[in-house]
């Protein structure tokens, strides 16, 4: 069965740092691409950060310079570094990735971490 499971959201004050993580099981996390996504309040959800499986990462515009994600494939878990917050940047935070059942491709999501970045 194939879990994610955040950690690490909080609040925090505008201009720190917050470091997200997501521990992965029942998958090979090696071969997988690895996403974070958020959701503000109001707001649809919208892709952060991706790192594929070889490392090659991609960054939304409003977290590029700011955020850097990574992944320790010893560990099966992705990160996620925040600096230089704004308020701009609270919402849940969701680990993501794609499976491929039959041709199908479904996504698994973990519960989502709050992230609150006080002005």
């Known amino acids: 069965q194939v879990q994610l499971v955040e950690s690490g959201g909080g609040l925090v004050q505008a201009g720190g740092s917050l470091r997200l993580s997501c521990a992965a099981s029942?998958?090979?996390?090696?071969?997988?691409?690895m996403d974070w996504y958020r959701q503000a309040p109001g707001k649809q959800r919208e892709l952060v950060a991706s790192i594929g499986s070889e490392g090659h990462t991609n960054y939304a515009d409003s977290v590029k310079g700011r955020f850097s994600i990574s992944r320790d494939n010893a560990k099966n878990t992705v990160y996620l570094q925040m600096n230089s917050v704004t308020p701009e940047d609270t919402a849940v935070y969701y680990c993501?990735?794609?499976?491929?059942?039959?041709?199908?491709?479904?996504?698994?999501w973990g519960q989502g971490t709050q992230v609150t970045v006080s002005s």
């Open positions: 029942g998958f090979i996390f090696s071969n997988n691409a």
């Open positions: 993501h990735r794609i499976d491929v059942i039959e041709g199908i491709p479904i996504d698994d």
